[in-house]
């Protein structure tokens, strides 16, 4: 079976905010401890970074069980327009994510390629969280497995976890590929491709664990990111994924979601994943 699957990259990208021990385990996760391996590793490098994460670097390429490609921007551009340049350099049609700080599980890729492989364009998994310790889990994000509800969803909220996403270089180009929107270049990204009529799917299992850590709420705030969700609705609405009412309902909702005290957003979120959590078992 595996001959007969497509040969995929793995796109990683990391800056000089990203930590060396926790890119060496994401390395590690999406590689040598996968069932089906990668046929090649494309990690951009993000603008300069400090003499841990390039030590890192060299190592990485020392050992790695597969080719691995590193792209070296020479200024730190974005997570959109690095991820383009990484997809730009990456071998082959199929590309799977992966992130500097999250571990991909031993089946993720051994699950998702055939589902690519049956003919699907974008493909992602459920995942869960932890903080410090991988062991420690805590809350499971699944998001609808559907396609005609995936497209429902979107038009509300970002229906694939970024860091889980398996796709088809040329169904992301189709759609645009990645445009420069803070914290919401994938968004964007997975509702164009939507649009267009990309083939969606998502794993219900979840494949990936998620490091949240200090920071990650209140990075899910603040007027930087209402600027972007603001900006974000605009486009849906002016390119027809919404309409005004769903738009006017997203910026009151979501917007407001940005601007709320941190504390409260965290409450909020979790009880959005619980109440989802509950769903899903119900099912």
Partial sequence: ?????????????????????????????????????????????????????????????????VPVTLVELSENVGLARALEAGLARCAHEVVARADADDISLPRRFAEQIPVVAAGADLVGTALVEFDDDEHVTGALRVLPTDPDEIARYARFADP?????????RSAVAAAGGYQDLHLMEDYLLFARMIAHGAKVANLAEPLVKYRTGAGS?????????????????????????????QAVRNVVVRGGYRLVPEAVRR????????????????S
């Avoid at 001959?3 to 021990?21: I, K, Q």
């Fill in 217 to 245: 709420y209140a990075r899910r705030g603040g007027r930087a990111l209402l600027r972007s969700e603001l900006s974000l609705q605009e486009t849906f609405r002016r390119e027809g994924f919404t309409s005004t009412p």
């Fill in 267 to 282: 409450v909020a979120y979790r009880s959005v994943i619980l109440r989802r959590r509950a769903g899903e078992k119900e």
């Fill in 1 to 65: 079976m595996t001959g007969e699957l497509p040969p995929f990259s793995v796109l990683l990208p990391v800056y000089r905010g990203d930590r060396a021990e926790f890119l060496a385990r994401a390395f590690d996760a999406a590689t040598v401890e996968q069932e089906l391996r990668p046929d090649e590793v494309v990690i951009v490098r993000d603008g300069p970074v400090g003499p841990e994460i390039a030590a890192e670097l060299a190592a990485i390429q020392e050992r790695a069980v």
């Fill in 160 to 168: 694939f976890n970024h860091p889980s996403v398996v796709y088809r």
